[in-house]
Every structure is written in structure tokens, then in C-alpha cells.
């Protein structure tokens, strides 16, 4: 376990010294030019520490080959999620440790969840919208009263040579049951109502878990086995306690997974070798039969983050572009945000609205808010 934490530790610092060399060649162009700095001692924005809502979305808006308009919310973001209830809500975390609920309507911060202690890498809604789970580089998992705006439970997971974070946060169907994976890769069941863990970690996988996405039904959960030698899926009964099947697509994508809410589909980014190399690998997102194990579709040319609407005839692909794809037919819809320079930074997360109209796209540094509904009212 030692050199998988290790391992996996040193994806996250990679990711993450992307991040400071951009920000230091910012402040030595912003320095020449005599603007003075925009950070303080902690390394944060300063907006971020004011009281009250402190980020403004922008006025500005872009359009997207697909024709459609997306407006920005400025304001840190690795992680998006519609409260299921309400499409007006939108949660978003970032670098900042803030936590924030976003009024989509006014394009204003409603409220703002603040006091977790590290990047928010994770968010997940209970289906009944009352309760929000953040997850990130610190071993607690907090869960929110979204209505009372107050944390009720900090969720204790071991760490793993100085590695804290949670890998992933996911309800399961009922709201009963939240899931999660600690930082030594074991996954663990939590009573919602009591904020309990539901027995040990499930065990009996051998590598590294994580991303994981439960069933329509609830009665699977399939999370990414990280590492093993074909680097698959496993489909797991949490209830019994046990593996149920494993698929293997050529090599994953570490960004997301994800079941469709309506069907035994489940969504799988990966990396298909071109050329006879990994290292010439493209992007594609395949969708497979959980229940019979095989391969129905391959989605070309993107991959995760990945997302289906909630009445799972969209999918939503985030890497090479933002893309939209009708499930049944396995066409595109539209490609409303096209390659850009830096394509790693074209998505870290997505996430419809309830009501399927609305795409919210996580840029690091800014929220997209994509129009799908007139995209797929033209065509």
C-alpha cells in the first residue's frame, strides 16, 4: 500500500506544480509591468478571505462552435454539482477551500460553505438535495445541511504516508448510504441518517480504488481499480460484500466514471494505444453493458471527465473539448467548447442541471454554464 499511496501522491503533486509554474510566470509578468500583487501571505486570492459572498460571476459570455453561449462564474473550481432538486443550485469548490452555492438564475453566490481544510477535489448531493458532501486533500469527508447552511458530520478516514485526501464521494440512490475512498484506497459505506460507518472497508480488490458510481437500482457500485495490471472496473454488490464482475477496457482514463441513471450503461474514459504506444494513445469514452460485461459503443475522440443527464439520454465528455453525445444513438449533439491549447484544462468536472437544460463546466479558475437546451431544441 505504500507504493500505491506514494504513487498516487505523486499524480496529485504533479498536478499541482502545473498549477504554481502557471501562477508564478502570472506574478513575474504582473511584477515587470508594476501591478502589484493579487495574492496574500497564505497563497490565496484575497477576495477568497473577505466575509460574505466574495466571487462575482462575469458579464462576459463566449460562444462555442455548437452555436450555443456560455456564461462564466468566476470564482476557483475542481468540482461542480447540481442540487437534483433544484436546478437553480449549483455547488462548486475549488483552491480555494470555498465551498459555494450559486443562485444559477441571478448568476450570484447564495452562500458560501467555508472551513474545510484543503482543495476541494469532490462533491456530491444527496438525491433529496438536503445534504452535500466535500471531499478533497484532507482525510475528512464533511457533509453539509444544505438547507440550514451548517456542517453535521466530518466523515474520519485513516491517511497513508502523510497522503490524507478522499478520492471520491457518491450517494447511493435512496440516500441512505454515502460511499467513499480514504486514502488507502478502501472503500467505505456510511449510514447518511447516523453518520456511521456501515461495517469495515469493503475488501478483496487488490490495487487501488477509486472514482466511484453507483447503479440506478443501488444494488452496484463500480469504482476504477487503479494500477492493476489491465487497469479495469469493478462492479461490486455492496450489500454481500463482494465483486460481481470486472470489465477491462484497454487503459483507463483516471478522471471519471459514471452509470447511467436509466440503464445498466456505464460510462468508461479511456486511452487507446494509436501507433502501437501508449505514449500515442487518444482519447475515447466507451460506453458498456454492465450486466453482460461488453462493449456497445465507443464515443471517439473525448473522454472524462464524464456525465449523463439525469434522464440518461445525454452524455456530457470533458476532455479534448467539451462534447455532447445522444446515448441511444451514440451521435454527437454538439461541441460547444472546442479544442483549446492547453486541452488538459478544458474540463476538471461537469454536471447537468436536473432538468437537463444546463451544462456546468469546472475550469480550474471558472464555471461555464453551456445552454444545452438550445442545442438539442435545434436540432
Avoid: C
Wanted: charged share 25%; glycine share 10%; net charge positive.
Amino acid at each position: 500500500m505504500a507504493v500505491l499511496a506514494e504513487a498516487e501522491e505523486t499524480k496529485d503533486r504533479r498536478r499541482h506544480l502545473v498549477a504554481i509554474a502557471v501562477t508564478v510566470a502570472v506574478l513575474v509578468l504582473l511584477a515587470a509591468l508594476g501591478v502589484p500583487s493579487i495574492l496574500d501571505r497564505g497563497g490565496r486570492p484575497e477576495a477568497t478571505r473577505t466575509q460574505g459572498p466574495t466571487s462575482q460571476p462575469s458579464a462576459s459570455a463566449s460562444a462555442g462552435s455548437g452555436g450555443s453561449v456560455s456564461d462564466r462564474l468566476v470564482a476557483p473550481a475542481l468540482a461542480v454539482v447540481f442540487n437534483p432538486r433544484d436546478d437553480n443550485m449549483l455547488a462548486a469548490g475549488g483552491e480555494d477551500r470555498v465551498v459555494r452555492l450559486w443562485d444559477v438564475r441571478k448568476r450570484e453566490v447564495a452562500a458560501e460553505l467555508r472551513g474545510y481544510g484543503g482543495d476541494v477535489y469532490h462533491l456530491a448531493f444527496s438525491p433529496d438535495g438536503r445534504y452535500l458532501a466535500v471531499a478533497g486533500e484532507v482525510a475528512d469527508v464533511w457533509l453539509w445541511d444544505v438547507r440550514r447552511r451548517q456542517r453535521v458530520a466530518a466523515l474520519k478516514h485513516p491517511t497513508d504516508r502523510g497522503w490524507a485526501g478522499v478520492s471520491d464521494v457518491a450517494f447511493s440512490p435512496d440516500g441512505k448510504t454515502l460511499a467513499t475512498v480514504g486514502a488507502d484506497s478502501r472503500i467505505r459505506l456510511w449510514d447518511v441518517g447516523t453518520r456511521r460507518q456501515k461495517g469495515g472497508p469493503l475488501t478483496g480488490y487488490p490495487y487501488y480504488a477509486d472514482r466511484l458510481s453507483w447503479s440506478p437500482d443501488g444494488t452496484r457500485l463500480a469504482f476504477r481499480d487503479m494500477l492493476a495490471p489491465d487497469d479495469g472496473v469493478v462492479i461490486w454488490d455492496p450489500v454481500n460484500r463482494r465483486q460481481i464482475s470486472q470489465i477491462k477496457p484497454p487503459r483507463t482514463n483516471s478522471n471519471a466514471l459514471a452509470f447511467s441513471p436509466k440503464a445498466a450503461l456505464i460510462a468508461i474514459p479511456v486511452e487507446v494505444p494509436s501507433g502501437g504506444t501508449v505514449a500515442q494513445s487518444v482519447p475515447e469514452t466507451q460506453l458498456w453493458d454492465s450486466a453482460k460485461g461488453r462493449k456497445v459503443a465507443s464515443l471517439r475522440g473525448s473522454g472524462g471527465p464524464v456525465q449523463f443527464s439525469a434522464d440518461g439520454r445525454l452524455l456530457a465528455t470533458g476532455y479534448r473539448g467539451l462534447r455532447v453525445w445522444d446515448v441511444s444513438t451514440r451521435q454527437l449533439v454538439a461541441d460547444p467548447m472546442p479544442i483549446e491549447k492547453h486541452v488538459e484544462e478544458i474540463a476538471q468536472d461537469l454536471a447537468f442541471s436536473p432538468d437537463g437544460k444546463t451544462l456546468a463546466v469546472a475550469r480550474k479558475t471558472e464555471v461555464r454554464l453551456v445552454d444545452v437546451g438550445a442545442m438539442t431544441a435545434a436540432r
